[in-house]
């Protein structure tokens, strides 16, 4: 008979792990609020509930700025654009992250140039980066993925010998921090979502962080159809309408209220996870950098075993997991990979000069590949949030898949 959940067996946990977000009355009278004062639009920008939460979010992280806007794909588009970054120039991105990351090098008309990941936390490679530049190299965007940063002393010390900029892609990392400088205050920006799942969320919504009052501005006026920010009203940038409206931006205020606690209470549950599953077989945890002072994170990855698993890659082993009452999953596939880059749709090798570089054919990334097709496993938040029996619970289940993988193999074939 099988054990397996996914072939039939008694899952290991049935009780849901906490819902996500967690909203109450509190949020409902914001959003009211704002639908009785009347101006639920983003326009003028940035109305008062931007205004506020951009400075609450900004001081809370550690920057002078923040600009609010529809969501943390445009904000890096923005970011790059205020920068002067665009046709001709070329962005550094990791082989390990989003679609987002390289998609808004490309809508900001700049060139994606991905490179792998390091072997051991899988966030950007700065040797990899290094070897990557050219003459055209503008920026680098690094990805602080899971519960990690990327290197950002060696990132901010290259891009310092070659004058490059750093636009951090902080999706995942409200609340790090790395050596006492909060996630996206090291680059010239940092990005943040606050999509549905994401640890600050308003369903939809972006936010930059700059402390260079010029590129503020710069960035106000992109997301504002390129309207003048300048006192004297005589500054004109290309831009669009990009601006969140206040009824997010609401949201996004009573959930900063809630956030440090629940940052908190996340680190607490991960630092029992991890006493907890040391010596657990099949598993193992990418240690985090010393460097990083304060600890916050959106996805824990996991690194499996896949031999342990009976050959199943984290795929298998994350549907497995589901069965199980366990929210885990495969985050993302390796650059290389994915749909978006296929030169049918990116178009991107039509630059011959480029073919080679950004022909996904012609990629070959074997970290990221090795860890998004076959090590990489990212549990949710929720898991971290559930008290001991939650993890205890996530740990027996990770053990069972483990101990009947065989079943796996059997579904697989
Ligand atoms: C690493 C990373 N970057 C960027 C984004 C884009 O954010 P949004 O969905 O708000 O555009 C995401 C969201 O999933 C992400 O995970």
């Keep these: 008979m099988s054990q397996l959940a996914i072939n039939g067996g008694t ?10 977000p967690e909203v109450g009355e509190r949020d409902a009278a914001a959003v009211a609020d704002v639908v ?9 920008e940035p109305g008062p509930r931007s205004a506020e939460f951009a400075e609450r979010f900004a001081g809370y992280q550690g920057a002078r700025h923040g600009i609010v806007m529809a969501n943390g794909t445009v904000t890096m588009e923005v970011a790059l654009k205020a920068l002067g970054i665009g046709w001709g120039d070329e962005v550094i991105v990791p082989a390990l992250t989003f679609a987002a990351t390289a998609y808004a090098a490309i809508a900001a008309g700049a060139l994606p140039v991905i490179v792998d990941v390091e072997a051991e936390r899988w966030t950007i490679d700065p040797d990899a980066v290094e070897a990557a530049i050219t003459p055209r190299t503008a920026a680098i965007m690094p990805v602080h993925l899971g519960q990690q940063m990327a290197d950002m002393d060696r990132l901010a010390a290259i891009a310092d010998r070659r004058g490059l900029a750093i636009v951090e892609d902080c999706a995942h990392a409200h609340g790090q921090q790395w050596a006492g400088q909060g996630a996206g205050c090291i ?3 940092g990005s943040f979502s606050h999509q549905s799942s994401k640890i600050l969320t308003s369903g939809e919504g972006g936010t930059l962080l700059t402390s260079d009052d010029e590129l503020a501005r710069r960035a106000h006026s992109i997301i504002d159809c390129g309207r003048p920010k300048d006192d004297a009203g005589a500054e004109l940038t290309f831009g669009a309408n990009y601006r969140l409206g206040e009824l997010n931006c609401a949201l996004l205020c009573t959930q900063l209220d809630r956030f440090e606690e629940q940052r908190a209470q996340r680190e607490r549950g991960a630092r029992l996870f991890e006493e ?3 010596g657990v077989p099949g598993v193992r945890i990418n240690p985090i950098h010393p460097q990083i002072t304060r600890w916050s ?23 497995a997991l589901k069965a199980e009452g366990v929210p885990a999953e495969v985050q993302y596939p390796p650059m290389s990979r994915y749909d978006l880059f296929q030169p049918h749709l990116s178009r991107l090798p039509v630059c011959v000069e480029y073919a080679d570089r950004l022909d996904p054919a012609h990629m070959s990334f074997p970290i990221a590949e090795s860890a998004g097709e076959r090590e990489a496993l990212y549990l949710q938040e929720s898991i971290f949030r559930a008290g001991r029996r939650g993890l205890e619970d996530a740990i027996t289940a990770i053990t069972k898949v483990r101990e009947h993988a065989h079943e796996l193999a059997a579904v697989s074939a």
């Excluded at 004062?37 to 003028?44: D, E, H, K, N, T």
């Excluded at 890659?313 to 994350?318: F, I, L, P, T």
């Design 11 to 20: 899952p290991v946990r049935t009780e849901p792990y906490p819902a996500w």
């Design 36 to 44: 009785l004062r009347g101006q639920i639009g983003g326009w003028p």
């Design 187 to 189: 680059g010239r920006f």
């Design 276 to 278: 907890l599953v040391a």
């Design 297 to 319: 994170f959106y996805r824990y990855v996991l690194r499996i075993d896949p031999e342990a698993f009976a050959g199943a890659g984290c795929e298998r082993v994350a549907d």
